[in-house]
């Protein structure tokens, strides 16, 4: 069915034999001769003033190389916590020393005198005036004052007529929202279209409910480690386990005042990401320091304890949402108010609060979201970062509307799922996107139509929207006298990124895909390139090799029209050689011979160069229906079938897009069933696999994923970024399907045993 | 800290080493020998990537020391091929895409063929309860059990 020869085929990775025979190299397995040992010093308080910092004890315990503080940031940018620490394990200090023990030992032989603070760790404490100011007192408006206060400002500013009798109405008005001015407020994001008061005056049915979601570590299952080496003339090498190694470079030079040039980093072989490894000061800034400082090179390795304590997780948030409907059910306005736990920095993905709007037309919607600081770790992006969180409210509460109207979930948001041109409510138009296939497509596989269910059991749907980024990238091909084409970049492959480029250069060099190598530079020796983030990597990179390969082929054509005598019109490449269409008997030259020819001709070497940066993503739609089975007595949720569909625009390698879909399910899976960081008075109280669970092959079934292909204008044949989308819905799928099973709406995550007993008892069971 | 002689044979070679007693099992094959093809995850027995095979069985490196794998055969994933060959494992999980970021992986395979060793005639259930001391962050585990039973299938009709 397919006009192509080698993407759209399931092929082997690139990268195959290195990882089943151990042979890739990750972080920690760098190891250049005379390597120390690094280790960070971290705050055993959640909230504290420093009083004292004394390393004398652990200077002189021998093998100790080097201790540095805050004191040896050129920049001031902090690394290290000076007067006050806000979060346990916040870092101090670090240590380079000749073993692994060593460091560990003299981290511990560090004293520091603290004066405890009062701790806040729960959002909606938080943002109360009794909480303690984390950062001073950063107080923001909540959205009734913020709208009474803009029209204040409006009349104030309208010098023609008099409006203070208006104005002190309005200040009468704010007295009425007293609990509306929230503290510890580190950013903000508001957006509305249409009317909502409107709109939920209008509805025959309206639906309000907080939903809580926890905070979840990514669980890459490689700690964050990097490898720095600093020589005498000033040159810092760095082997960073990162997904964006030019990102990093420039982290480096900014905060310790390094030329860019004097940089280079190497990108390991990466243990996972998932948006949790971009940071720069984590690792990284240390291990420069500490090499700086000693000479020598030196490792910064995190323990699996240290990831959770100072790693930067996915937000939890507070979502309260309302949504009204009419009875033959068309939605007309939905609410969002969200408090995201930013943690003691800002950062949380509050933008993405508006996701809840979904793939429907909403006609009135307004969102407003606050991110909130507390004594936790800052956050980082997770595999669509703040669109689970968002989506799980959306969707939970739209089975509670389809319910109380009596129409099937998957009717009611086939119904009101957008269409091409339609408005999306703040924001632009909606293009071509496959949501009713997909949706339609996992409805199918799985049975919904005609779905039974025994005694405690429940089927549940849900879908979620994505939609890749884009940035900058190049990449270079250059084809061999044997006919064989080596492509050189710099992005990171997590995923099988890799191959994709690869299929993507042999399909329109018309060679097999065994004929293509593929190296990866570091910042020293490839062009720039994006991170491997926001799934950007075959859209980006996709689009950057199509440009190099055609560059290329350009040039084979000039080659073989040179030599064999004909217009360049005449000729086509096919199964790796140039044929003159039009000759007879047949005449040809292989891609090998040009490329031979090519080193003795003016125009030189036959390379292909390829750059992009921008061009319009289109969203993609994840669909999900799961089949579960809960034990009313244990409350414990079994999963009997767990259906995803996606629109991928176009796979390029189906074996590579159904590994997303299914690792993505099974990590949404993983958030709403049993995923949480847990907080106490001091700090995190789960820092491990035995109470922070992820899931093992034991807890779950096969995933069985489906692929749906509309394809993407811009995307390289089509192709959507498919790494995030489908983490988004599996949240809301296993909350409807619980509900559907037991009868009660579970709205905090995640659903344990004991939170599904106590529904129950409150339900009257 | 005072080091102790300890002699090990890791896949197929002997290793005559001076180890300190508090060094794990993990870190002689991966710092002091270089096989750094066992991964190291978490460091408490609760991730299995640092899985290798002592005496036929498959344990968790980093929860066993070093001194106390005096004189056993050790098996890391660099010793699975032979001849060249990859191991049907190996293999399986190459053309199922039983991997990702590949981290997990080494300790997959080795828990996977200690298992295999042992009975290839499980089930689907059985491998996936047999299994769940390894934690896989990526591929949700549908392609690894894939990669099993394959290679499973594949020993079976071999053997
Ligand atoms: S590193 Fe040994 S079980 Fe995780
Ligand atoms: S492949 Fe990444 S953890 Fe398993």
Redesign the interface.
């Known amino acids: 069915m397919s006009e192509y020869t080698v993407v759209g085929q399931?092929v082997?990775?690139v990268?195959?034999?290195e990882?089943?025979?151990?042979?890739?190299?990750?972080g920690?397995?760098v190891?250049p001769p005379g390597m120390l040992y690094g280790k960070l010093v971290r705050s055993k308080h959640a909230h504290a003033n420093i009083l004292s910092i004394d390393t004398s004890a652990a200077e002189k315990l021998p093998g100790v190389r080097a201790i540095i503080t805050q004191a040896d940031v050129p920049s001031g940018r902090r690394v290290f916590a000076t007067d006050k620490v806000l979060y346990l394990g916040e870092p101090l200090a670090a240590v380079a020393a000749t073993d692994?023990?060593i460091a560990e030992e003299a981290a511990e032989l560090i004293h520091i005198e603290y004066e405890v603070l009062p701790v806040v760790q729960d959002v909606m404490a938080a943002i109360k005036p009794s909480a303690p100011g984390l950062h001073g007192d950063a107080t923001k408006d909540g959205p009734n004052r913020r709208d009474i206060n803009a029209q204040i400002r409006k009349l104030s500013r309208e010098k023609e007529a008099d409006h203070s009798d208006e104005i002190s109405a309005l200040e009468a008005e704010l007295e009425k929202y007293p609990d509306e001015v929230y503290y510890n407020i580190s950013a903000e994001s508001h957006s509305e279209a249409g009317d909502v008061e409107k709109g939920f005056a209008e509805s025959d049915v309206v639906v309000e409910d907080t939903y809580v979601i926890p905070r979840v570590h990514?669980?890459?299952?490689?700690?964050h480690v990097s490898v720095a080496s600093a020589d005498s003339s000033g040159k810092v090498t760095v082997w960073a386990s990162t997904q964006g190694p030019f990102a990093i470079r420039s982290g480096i030079a900014g905060t310790l005042g390094i030329p860019l040039t004097q940089i280079n980093v190497i990108g390991t072989?990466?243990?996972?990401?998932?948006g949790g490894r971009f940071g720069v000061i984590i690792t990284h800034v240390p291990a420069v320091l500490l090499s700086q400082k000693t000479g020598r090179p030196v490792r910064v390795q995190m323990?699996?304890e240290e990831e959770f304590v100072d790693g930067r997780p996915a937000p939890g948030c507070v979502i309260k949402l309302k949504t009204g409907a009419t009875h033959d059910g068309r939605i007309l306005a939905r609410q969002a108010l969200a408090f995201w736990d930013s943690g003691s920095v800002s950062g949380a993905s509050i933008g993405s609060t508006i996701r809840v709007r979904g793939v429907y037309k909403i006609p009135n919607l307004k969102v407003d979201a606050y991110g909130v600081h507390t004594n936790k770790s800052g956050t980082a992006a997770y595999r669509a970062p703040g669109a689970p969180q968002a989506i799980f409210a959306g969707e939970s509460q739209l089975d509670e509307i389809a319910e109380r109207i009596g129409m099937d979930p998957v009717k009611f948001r086939l119904m009101n799922m957008r269409e091409e041109g339609d408005a999306v409510p703040a924001g632009g138009s909606e293009p071509k996107v496959g949501y009713k296939e997909t949706l339609e497509a996992v409805a199918d596989a799985a049975g919904w139509w005609d779905r039974e269910a025994g005694e405690n059991q429940g089927w549940g749907v849900a879908v979620g929207d994505w939609t890749n980024g884009c940035g900058p990238g190049g990449v270079y091909v250059s084809v061999h006298e044997d006919g064989s084409v080596r492509i050189f970049h710099g992005s990171m492959d997590?995923?099988?990124t890799d191959t994709a480029i690869s299929q993507i250069i042999a399909e329109i060099l018309t060679v097999p895909y065994k004929s293509v190598t593929i190296t990866r530079g570091d910042t020293d020796s490839a062009p720039y390139s994006t991170g491997s983030g926001g799934s950007v990597v075959t859209f980006t990179m996709g689009n950057t090799a199509k440009l190099a390969a055609e560059d290329a082929h350009q040039r084979v054509l000039e080659l073989a029209s040179e030599r064999l005598n004909t217009n360049v019109d005449n000729l086509e490449l096919r199964a790796g050689a140039v044929h003159v269409i039009t000759a007879d008997p047949p005449k040809s030259i292989s891609l090998g011979e040009l490329a031979a020819y090519s080193l003795s001709t003016t125009g030189g070497p036959i390379v292909g160069k390829g750059s992009f940066a921008r061009q319009a993503s289109t969203p993609a739609l994840a669909a999900q229906i799961a089949k579960v089975e809960v034990d009313p007595g244990t409350g414990r949720t079994r999963v009997l079938k767990l259906v995803a569909s996606q629109d991928v625009g176009f796979a390029i390698n189906p074996?590579?897009v159904?590994?997303q879909i299914?690792?993505?399910?099974?990590?949404g899976y993983a958030w709403a069933m049993m995923e949480e960081m847990q907080y106490g008075e001091n700090g995190n109280i789960n820092p491990?696999?035995?109470d922070y669970r992820?899931?093992?092959?034991?807890d779950?079934p096969?995933?069985e994923?489906v692929i749906v292909e509309v394809p993407a204008p811009n995307g390289p044949y089509g192709a959507k970024g498919v790494g995030e989308p489908p983490i988004t819905p599996t949240l809301a799928t296993m909350a409807n399907a619980v509900k559907d099973a037991i009868g009660v709406r579970i709205t905090e995550l995640p659903i344990k045993p004991e939170k599904v007993v106590d529904a129950l008892k409150n339900n009257g069971h | 800290m005072a080091k102790h002689p300890v002699s090990l044979t890791v896949n197929g070679d002997e290793h005559d080493l001076l180890i300190e007693p508090r060094k794990t099992l993990l870190a002689v094959l991966r710092d002091t020998i270089g096989l750094t093809g066992t991964k190291e995850g978490c460091s408490t027995g609760d991730c299995g990537a640092c899985t290798v095979i002592v005496e036929g069985k498959a344990v968790t490196s980093c929860m066993v020391l070093g001194v106390t794998a005096a004189g056993k055969e050790i098996t890391t994933i660099e010793g699975l091929a032979s001849d060249g060959a990859l191991h049907p494992v190996q293999r399986a999980f190459i053309e199922t895409g039983g991997y990702q970021c590949g981290f997990c992986t080494p300790g997959f395979i080795i828990a996977a063929k200690a298992l295999l060793d042992e009975n290839p005639a499980r089930t689907e259930e059985e491998f996936r309860h047999a299994l769940g001391g390894n934690i896989c962050r990526c591929t949700g585990y549908t392609k690894i059990l894939e990669a099993v039973m394959q290679a499973a299938e594949e020993i079976r009709t071999t053997a």
């Open positions: 399931t082997a990775r990268d195959a034999v990882k089943v025979t151990g042979a890739a190299q990750y920690a397995d190891h692994a023990d990514q669980t890459y299952m490689e700690p072989t990466m243990g996972g990401g998932f323990t699996r997590i995923t099988g074996m590579a159904e590994g299914e690792g993505g399910t099974v990590q491990g696999f035995v992820v899931p093992t092959s034991a779950l096969t995933v994923s």
